[in-house]
């Protein structure tokens, strides 16, 4: 549970941190600054694995797709909190659980309860209702 909790934070203020970054710099500068950043976080990693890594095509082309994506995702949530509000931006794309959910049912035969699938319709609802 603590990890779940400190990603919760961390997400938190990287979904805010954005909107203040932008009022002192353009969004395109605030993500170099932000890819530094995870360069840092990477190398921290990478020392405390002593720098031995483990290698295999699957896992590296899976792994690289997660960086990439993430970072386009970054980069384009900087944009969209520099042209709207956050109010607006941060819930819309905080609905990306939604998607993976739906990939893992039709890709990796994952399954939901109903009360999972409640779930899901109520956070498309919220969405709404905070975007109109």
Known sequence: LVPT???LLAWGFWAFLPKVAIRYIDPNR???YQAL???FVGLGVLIS???KVQFNIPGFSY????GLLGFIGAFLYLLAVSKGPLSLVAPISA???VFAILMGLIFLNETITPRQGVGIALSVVAIYLIST
Not at 63 to 66: E, P, Q, R, T
């Open 5 to 7: 909790i400190l990603t």
């Open 63 to 66: 792994g690289l797709a997660v």
């Open 95 to 97: 609905m990306y659980p």
């Open 49 to 51: 694995m002593n720098f």
């Open 30 to 32: 605030a993500f170099v």
């Open 37 to 39: 950043g995870g360069v």
